[in-house]
């Protein structure tokens, strides 16, 4: 962690802010709304986020940790075994949980999976209720008398964060609950995430984007190197991207090799947004048989249980 900034004032505060909530509900859009710049990556595709991605917001007098977690849902390998277990742990390390909902799904059974583990937590819990650009107006009180029903929440907030609908009002009530605290990050800083797994994330999101329904949650990306040539401006980044099956490598490439030039194209831009400099990106694709339930690989490939 950071050097902690000693120098803060007496009523500065700060926290740790943990964004729970079934998959799909618009965690990691709404953690980039706040940061204001693009650090978890989104897809219409649930259990996107696979590691939890801490974004740092420094204001005038506080500062907010976000953690953005995977998606509560019911795991079917030794990847989603993981995943949860980051989602859980972060509910006993955090100041506040934010239960994001989705308002256009409603209540379901997901979601009482998910209160029953708040309920066993002292930490305050937001009820967030997000989307709401996609519902009508009337739908919104029943929703709130639902889940008021199951649970008492410090606050109920709706919010779009696609648009940015009472995101500010979200965060001013954030900040009335965190306690007097130091700066942990530099005011300048984003996130705790190094740059190799941000790249890594930017363009395993265009693999996602761009392959739908033919590549599930198979693609894992590895960094093998970032380095400037020279005196050159340009940075050259090369990747491995890295599937189960022989089938999908040929999707991943595609026809003459389209598929992974397209993805190559679009991570580029977010990487060189990112790096502020010009990127040569070179990928290639490699098949690793069943990695999502080899412990080895996991390991291999970032997903390390003693870092949660």
Known sequence: MNKINENTSKNYKSGFISIIGRPNVGKSTFLN????????????????????????????DAQMIFIDTPGIHKPKHKLGD?????????????????????????????????????????????????????????ELMPLI???SSKMEFKEVVPISALQGNNVETLLGQIKDFLPEGPQYYPADQVTDHPERFIISELIREKALHLTREEIPHSIAVVIDSIKRE???ETIHVMATVIVERDSQKGIVIGKQGKMLKE???????????????????????????DWRNKAGQLRDYGFREDEY
């Open 33 to 60: 709304r706040v940061i204001g710049q693009k650090i978890a990556i989104m897809s219409d595709k649930p259990q996107t986020t696979r590691n939890k991605v801490q974004g740092v917001l420094t204001l005038n």
């Open 82 to 138: 993981f995943m949860m277990k980051v989602a859980q742990n972060t509910l006993k390390e955090v100041d506040l949980v934010l239960f994001m909902i989705n308002a256009e799904e409603g209540y379901g059974r997901g979601d009482e999976f998910i209160i029953e583990k708040l309920k066993t937590i002292k930490t305050p819990v937001f009820l967030v209720i997000n989307k709401i650009d996609q519902i009508h107006p009337d």
């Open 145 to 147: 008398e639902k889940y």
């Open 230 to 232: 020279g005196n050159s």
């Open 263 to 289: 993805i190559g194209q679009r991570a580029r831009l977010d990487i060189e947004n990112l790096l502020g400099s010009k990127v040569f990106l070179e990928l290639w694709v490699k098949v690793q048989k």
